[in-house]
């Protein structure tokens, strides 16, 4: 039975006037680990900082930014009235942007194109 488990060998590491008793060999672990959360939370912040989550009724929806910023990286747009829309011009636009204008679905014609206009100017053909 004793053959079976193996004694842990144990290390005193100071760290300024901290003694920490650690397992042999875990120090190594423990960089790698730091090393993996860096890397992780790298690409989530870089997600969040250049992709919109968009949540529509046929699903959700992975959207470029126009800027990079951390506002409104999830947006539900099932519920979103006229007001709404107008209350967050860079989901218009980037929607717009990537081509996925069927998303914009409770704007009146009317509303939509006028707020495209004054988002983006007025496209060549109205002029």
């Not at 930014?65 to 209350?87: C, H, P, S």
Request: charged share 20%; proline share 4%.
């Amino acid at each position: 039975m004793m053959a079976a488990c193996e004694r842990i060998r144990l290390e005193s590491v100071q760290i300024g006037s901290v003694v920490a008793v650690i397992p042999k060999g875990w120090e190594m672990r423990r960089w790698s680990t730091f090393i993996g959360g860096v890397i992780v939370g790298g690409l989530l912040i870089y997600s969040v900082l250049h992709y919109h989550i968009i949540q529509a009724r046929d699903g959700l929806h992975l959207v470029p930014k126009v800027n990079a910023q951390l506002a409104n990286t999830f947006v539900d747009i099932r519920e979103f009235g006229v007001r709404d829309w107008m209350a967050h011009p860079e989901i218009i636009q980037a929607l717009s942007a990537a081509h996925q204008d069927q998303l914009i679905e409770s704007l009146p014609g009317d509303a939509l194109r006028n707020g495209l206009d004054r988002l983006l100017g007025p496209e060549e053909g109205n002029r």
